[in-house]
Protein backbone atom coordinates (compact mmCIF):
# COMPACT_ATOMS: atom_id res chain seq x y z
CA UNK A 1 0.00 0.00 0.00
CA UNK A 2 1.15 3.38 -0.73
CA UNK A 3 2.03 5.82 2.07
CA UNK A 4 -1.22 7.82 2.40
CA UNK A 5 -1.65 11.14 5.12
CA UNK A 6 -4.12 9.63 7.65
CA UNK A 7 -5.43 13.32 8.88
CA UNK A 8 -7.61 13.30 5.11
CA UNK A 9 -9.36 10.28 7.16
CA UNK A 10 -12.71 10.87 8.88
CA UNK A 11 -15.63 8.78 10.31
CA UNK A 12 -18.26 9.77 7.62
CA UNK A 13 -15.48 8.47 5.00
CA UNK A 14 -14.48 5.29 6.73
CA UNK A 15 -18.46 4.68 7.69
CA UNK A 16 -19.20 4.70 4.22
CA UNK A 17 -16.31 2.19 3.36
CA UNK A 18 -17.75 -0.23 5.27
CA UNK A 19 -21.36 0.44 3.62
CA UNK A 20 -20.14 -0.09 0.35
CA UNK A 21 -18.38 -3.60 1.53
CA UNK A 22 -20.84 -5.36 3.01
CA UNK A 23 -23.27 -4.51 0.24
CA UNK A 24 -21.35 -5.00 -3.02
CA UNK A 25 -23.45 -1.48 -4.42
CA UNK A 26 -22.78 2.50 -4.75
CA UNK A 27 -26.47 2.46 -5.24
CA UNK A 28 -27.43 0.12 -2.24
CA UNK A 29 -24.47 2.07 -0.17
CA UNK A 30 -26.63 5.45 -0.85
CA UNK A 31 -29.79 4.37 -0.26
CA UNK A 32 -28.63 2.71 3.61
CA UNK A 33 -26.47 5.94 3.98
CA UNK A 34 -29.60 7.85 2.95
CA UNK A 35 -27.27 10.22 0.86
CA UNK A 36 -27.37 10.65 -3.06
CA UNK A 37 -25.25 8.23 -5.42
CA UNK A 38 -22.69 10.64 -6.51
CA UNK A 39 -21.97 11.43 -2.68
CA UNK A 40 -21.09 7.44 -2.24
CA UNK A 41 -19.34 7.88 -5.26
CA UNK A 42 -17.52 11.16 -4.41
CA UNK A 43 -16.16 9.76 -1.15
CA UNK A 44 -15.24 6.57 -2.85
CA UNK A 45 -13.04 8.50 -5.55
CA UNK A 46 -11.25 10.75 -2.06
CA UNK A 47 -10.36 6.85 -0.42
CA UNK A 48 -9.41 5.62 -3.12
CA UNK A 49 -7.06 8.56 -3.85
CA UNK A 50 -6.00 8.83 -0.10
CA UNK A 51 -5.06 4.77 0.09
CA UNK A 52 -3.91 4.63 -3.89
CA UNK A 53 -6.02 1.82 -4.10
CA UNK A 54 -8.88 0.90 -6.23
CA UNK A 55 -10.66 -1.11 -3.41
CA UNK A 56 -13.72 -1.98 -5.41
CA UNK A 57 -13.73 -3.57 -8.85
CA UNK A 58 -16.74 -3.91 -11.07
CA UNK A 59 -18.04 -7.40 -11.71
CA UNK A 60 -21.12 -8.53 -13.19
CA UNK A 61 -24.10 -6.18 -11.28
CA UNK A 62 -22.21 -5.33 -8.42
CA UNK A 63 -18.42 -4.32 -6.78
CA UNK A 64 -15.48 -6.88 -5.82
CA UNK A 65 -13.16 -5.44 -2.89
CA UNK A 66 -9.69 -5.88 -3.53
CA UNK A 67 -7.56 -7.32 -1.02
CA UNK A 68 -6.38 -4.19 0.06
CA UNK A 69 -9.77 -3.22 0.92
CA UNK A 70 -11.04 -6.89 2.42
CA UNK A 71 -7.59 -5.79 4.71
CA UNK A 72 -8.91 -2.72 5.89
CA UNK A 73 -12.47 -4.22 7.15
CA UNK A 74 -11.27 -4.69 11.23
CA UNK A 75 -9.08 -2.00 11.29
CA UNK A 76 -11.70 0.28 10.20
CA UNK A 77 -14.13 -1.08 12.47
CA UNK A 78 -11.74 -0.47 15.13
CA UNK A 79 -11.14 3.16 14.30
CA UNK A 80 -15.12 3.90 14.55
CA UNK A 81 -15.53 2.13 17.78
CA UNK A 82 -12.55 4.14 19.17
CA UNK A 83 -13.97 7.58 17.35
CA UNK A 84 -17.22 6.43 19.41
CA UNK A 85 -15.66 5.72 22.52
CA UNK A 86 -13.60 9.10 22.34
CA UNK A 87 -16.76 11.46 21.36
CA UNK A 88 -18.98 9.44 23.82
CA UNK A 89 -16.79 10.88 26.72
CA UNK A 90 -16.61 14.42 25.39
CA UNK A 91 -19.08 16.77 27.56
CA UNK A 92 -21.58 18.50 26.04
CA UNK A 93 -25.01 19.47 27.68
CA UNK A 94 -27.47 21.63 25.45
CA UNK A 95 -28.77 23.41 28.46
CA UNK A 96 -25.92 24.81 29.69
CA UNK A 97 -23.78 25.80 26.57
CA UNK A 98 -25.09 29.01 24.39
CA UNK A 99 -25.07 27.79 20.36
CA UNK A 100 -25.81 29.63 17.23
CA UNK A 101 -26.30 28.29 13.95
CA UNK A 102 -27.17 29.38 10.91
CA UNK A 103 -29.40 27.20 8.55
CA UNK A 104 -30.02 27.80 4.72
CA UNK A 105 -33.30 26.69 3.92
CA UNK A 106 -36.40 27.72 2.00
CA UNK A 107 -39.81 28.23 4.07
CA UNK A 108 -41.02 24.93 3.21
CA UNK A 109 -37.88 22.84 4.72
CA UNK A 110 -37.97 25.68 7.54
CA UNK A 111 -41.63 25.51 8.71
CA UNK A 112 -41.70 21.30 8.61
CA UNK A 113 -38.53 21.11 10.33
CA UNK A 114 -37.62 23.70 12.64
CA UNK A 115 -41.17 25.73 14.83
CA UNK A 116 -41.79 22.35 16.69
CA UNK A 117 -38.14 21.89 17.15
CA UNK A 118 -37.82 25.45 19.03
CA UNK A 119 -40.85 25.13 21.02
CA UNK A 120 -39.14 22.42 22.62
CA UNK A 121 -35.74 24.00 22.87
CA UNK A 122 -37.72 26.24 25.33
CA UNK A 123 -39.71 24.31 27.43
CA UNK A 124 -36.02 22.49 28.11
CA UNK A 125 -34.01 25.61 28.60
CA UNK A 126 -31.96 24.65 25.48
CA UNK A 127 -29.36 27.92 24.93
CA UNK A 128 -29.95 28.38 21.28
CA UNK A 129 -30.50 30.83 18.43
CA UNK A 130 -31.36 29.76 14.89
CA UNK A 131 -30.45 32.09 11.70
CA UNK A 132 -32.24 31.54 9.23
CA UNK A 133 -31.79 32.42 5.07
CA UNK A 134 -33.16 31.51 1.85
CA UNK A 135 -30.77 29.20 0.28
CA UNK A 136 -32.80 28.41 -3.66
CA UNK A 137 -30.90 25.89 -5.23
CA UNK A 138 -28.00 26.04 -2.95
CA UNK A 139 -24.57 25.95 -3.60
CA UNK A 140 -21.21 24.22 -2.12
CA UNK A 141 -19.86 27.65 -1.06
CA UNK A 142 -22.58 28.26 1.69
CA UNK A 143 -20.99 25.67 3.58
CA UNK A 144 -17.56 25.86 2.35
CA UNK A 145 -17.15 29.55 3.02
CA UNK A 146 -18.97 29.26 6.24
CA UNK A 147 -21.58 31.28 5.50
CA UNK A 148 -24.20 28.49 7.19
CA UNK A 149 -24.05 25.75 9.06
CA UNK A 150 -26.02 23.63 7.54
CA UNK A 151 -28.56 23.28 4.78
CA UNK A 152 -31.79 21.86 3.62
CA UNK A 153 -32.83 21.31 0.28
CA UNK A 154 -33.96 18.92 -2.33
CA UNK A 155 -31.14 19.34 -4.30
CA UNK A 156 -28.45 19.05 -2.53
CA UNK A 157 -24.91 20.59 -3.50
CA UNK A 158 -22.96 18.00 -5.19
CA UNK A 159 -19.11 17.71 -3.74
CA UNK A 160 -16.64 15.44 -1.87
CA UNK A 161 -16.62 18.10 0.86
CA UNK A 162 -20.10 17.81 1.53
CA UNK A 163 -21.88 15.22 3.56
CA UNK A 164 -25.53 14.41 3.37
CA UNK A 165 -28.54 13.00 4.73
CA UNK A 166 -32.25 12.26 3.52
CA UNK A 167 -34.60 13.94 6.29
CA UNK A 168 -37.47 12.53 4.58
CA UNK A 169 -39.33 11.37 1.43
CA UNK A 170 -43.16 12.30 -0.39
CA UNK A 171 -45.21 12.21 -3.66
CA UNK A 172 -46.09 15.84 -5.06
CA UNK A 173 -49.65 16.42 -4.96
CA UNK A 174 -52.35 19.14 -6.10
CA UNK A 175 -53.09 21.77 -3.83
CA UNK A 176 -56.16 23.55 -4.71
CA UNK A 177 -59.20 25.11 -2.68
CA UNK A 178 -62.09 22.85 -3.28
CA UNK A 179 -64.98 25.56 -2.81
CA UNK A 180 -63.99 26.67 -6.25
CA UNK A 181 -63.03 23.59 -8.11
CA UNK A 182 -62.37 19.70 -8.31
CA UNK A 183 -58.65 18.39 -8.14
CA UNK A 184 -57.74 17.66 -12.16
CA UNK A 185 -59.29 14.06 -12.75
CA UNK A 186 -56.97 13.61 -16.02
CA UNK A 187 -53.60 14.88 -17.50
CA UNK A 188 -55.38 17.13 -19.65
CA UNK A 189 -57.36 18.89 -17.57
CA UNK A 190 -53.94 19.24 -15.22
CA UNK A 191 -52.40 21.34 -18.42
CA UNK A 192 -55.37 23.33 -18.99
CA UNK A 193 -55.72 24.90 -15.42
CA UNK A 194 -53.78 28.06 -13.94
CA UNK A 195 -51.24 27.34 -11.86
CA UNK A 196 -49.41 29.21 -9.09
CA UNK A 197 -45.58 28.25 -8.91
CA UNK A 198 -42.62 29.41 -6.93
CA UNK A 199 -39.28 31.10 -8.29
CA UNK A 200 -36.74 31.81 -5.65
CA UNK A 201 -34.93 35.02 -5.79
CA UNK A 202 -31.61 32.72 -5.29
CA UNK A 203 -32.58 30.59 -8.00
CA UNK A 204 -34.85 27.43 -8.00
CA UNK A 205 -38.29 26.77 -7.49
CA UNK A 206 -41.45 24.29 -7.84
CA UNK A 207 -41.02 23.21 -11.65
CA UNK A 208 -37.37 22.39 -10.54
CA UNK A 209 -38.35 19.26 -8.42
CA UNK A 210 -41.79 18.20 -10.26
CA UNK A 211 -40.45 15.35 -12.77
CA UNK A 212 -42.99 13.50 -14.01
CA UNK A 213 -41.87 11.35 -17.23
CA UNK A 214 -45.12 11.21 -18.99
CA UNK A 215 -45.96 15.14 -18.48
CA UNK A 216 -45.49 16.37 -21.89
CA UNK A 217 -44.72 19.83 -20.84
CA UNK A 218 -44.64 22.02 -17.52
CA UNK A 219 -47.74 24.26 -17.85
CA UNK A 220 -46.74 27.90 -17.76
CA UNK A 221 -47.72 29.36 -14.45
CA UNK A 222 -50.43 32.36 -14.01
CA UNK A 223 -48.90 33.38 -10.36
CA UNK A 224 -45.33 33.18 -9.76
CA UNK A 225 -44.55 33.97 -6.45
CA UNK A 226 -41.05 34.02 -4.45
CA UNK A 227 -41.69 31.54 -1.72
CA UNK A 228 -44.06 28.92 -0.72
CA UNK A 229 -46.25 30.90 1.73
CA UNK A 230 -47.24 32.93 -1.19
CA UNK A 231 -48.79 30.28 -2.83
CA UNK A 232 -52.07 30.16 -0.46
CA UNK A 233 -53.94 33.65 -0.94
CA UNK A 234 -53.77 33.50 -4.73
CA UNK A 235 -54.98 29.90 -4.84
CA UNK A 236 -57.76 30.45 -2.14
CA UNK A 237 -60.89 31.55 -3.43
CA UNK A 238 -59.96 30.76 -6.98
CA UNK A 239 -59.79 27.76 -9.72
CA UNK A 240 -55.88 27.65 -9.27
CA UNK A 241 -53.72 25.10 -8.47
CA UNK A 242 -50.34 24.35 -6.82
CA UNK A 243 -48.82 21.59 -7.40
CA UNK A 244 -45.85 20.54 -4.22
CA UNK A 245 -44.36 18.01 -1.84
CA UNK A 246 -47.07 16.17 0.28
CA UNK A 247 -46.15 17.18 3.55
CA UNK A 248 -46.82 20.71 3.14
CA UNK A 249 -50.54 20.26 3.83
CA UNK A 250 -49.17 20.35 7.47
CA UNK A 251 -47.62 23.95 7.70
CA UNK A 252 -47.30 26.14 4.94
CA UNK A 253 -50.38 25.06 2.98
CA UNK A 254 -52.60 23.43 5.50
CA UNK A 255 -55.75 25.90 4.13
CA UNK A 256 -55.89 24.45 1.07
CA UNK A 257 -57.05 21.05 -0.16
CA UNK A 258 -55.20 18.42 -1.49
CA UNK A 259 -55.35 15.26 -3.61
CA UNK A 260 -53.52 13.48 -6.06
CA UNK A 261 -51.88 14.40 -9.19
CA UNK A 262 -53.56 12.29 -12.16
CA UNK A 263 -50.04 11.14 -13.25
CA UNK A 264 -47.19 9.78 -11.87
CA UNK A 265 -44.48 11.53 -10.93
CA UNK A 266 -41.01 11.13 -9.23
CA UNK A 267 -40.84 10.77 -5.24
CA UNK A 268 -39.08 14.32 -4.14
CA UNK A 269 -36.28 13.94 -0.83
CA UNK A 270 -34.97 16.43 1.39
CA UNK A 271 -31.97 16.20 2.27
CA UNK A 272 -29.41 17.72 5.29
CA UNK A 273 -26.23 18.58 3.89
CA UNK A 274 -23.19 20.23 6.29
CA UNK A 275 -19.46 20.36 5.94
CA UNK A 276 -17.28 17.71 6.59
CA UNK A 277 -15.47 20.26 9.06
CA UNK A 278 -18.69 20.08 11.61
CA UNK A 279 -18.76 16.26 11.56
CA UNK A 280 -17.51 15.61 14.85
CA UNK A 281 -18.64 19.08 16.58
CA UNK A 282 -20.78 17.79 19.37
CA UNK A 283 -22.95 20.70 18.91
CA UNK A 284 -23.54 20.32 15.18
CA UNK A 285 -24.40 16.82 15.88
CA UNK A 286 -26.45 17.14 18.68
CA UNK A 287 -28.15 19.38 16.14
CA UNK A 288 -28.33 17.12 13.27
CA UNK A 289 -30.52 14.55 15.33
CA UNK A 290 -32.70 16.44 16.43
CA UNK A 291 -33.49 17.61 13.14
CA UNK A 292 -33.59 13.89 12.28
CA UNK A 293 -36.05 13.14 14.99
CA UNK A 294 -38.20 15.73 13.95
CA UNK A 295 -38.11 15.01 10.51
CA UNK A 296 -39.33 11.57 11.54
CA UNK A 297 -42.05 12.97 12.84
CA UNK A 298 -43.44 14.00 9.73
CA UNK A 299 -45.19 11.05 9.03
CA UNK A 300 -46.47 10.21 12.17
CA UNK A 301 -48.02 13.73 11.87
CA UNK A 302 -49.44 12.63 9.09
CA UNK A 303 -50.88 9.02 8.80
CA UNK A 304 -53.95 9.52 6.63
CA UNK A 305 -52.32 10.50 3.32
CA UNK A 306 -54.50 11.53 1.24
Known sequence: MNKFDFHNLDGQILRTFLVILEESSVSRAAERLEVTQSAVSHTLAKLRQILGDPLFVRSGQGLTPTETALSLKVPVLEVLDGLKSLTDQRPFNPTSEDMHFVVAANDMQRDLIFPPLVRRFQTEGVKLSLEFKPSGVPSVSLLRDARCDMILTPIPPDAPDMIQHKLFSGEMMCFFDKTCTEPPATMAAYLAAQHVTVQFVLGGGSNDVLRAPD????????????????????????????????????????????????????????????????????????LRDTVIASSRQLRISDPDRR
Request: avoid cysteine; charged fraction near 20%; aromatic fraction near 12%.
Open 215 to 286: LPFIPKPTVTVSNFSGITPFVRGTKMLATELEYMHLSTLRELDMAPLPFETEVLSVFMVWHERSTNDPAHRW
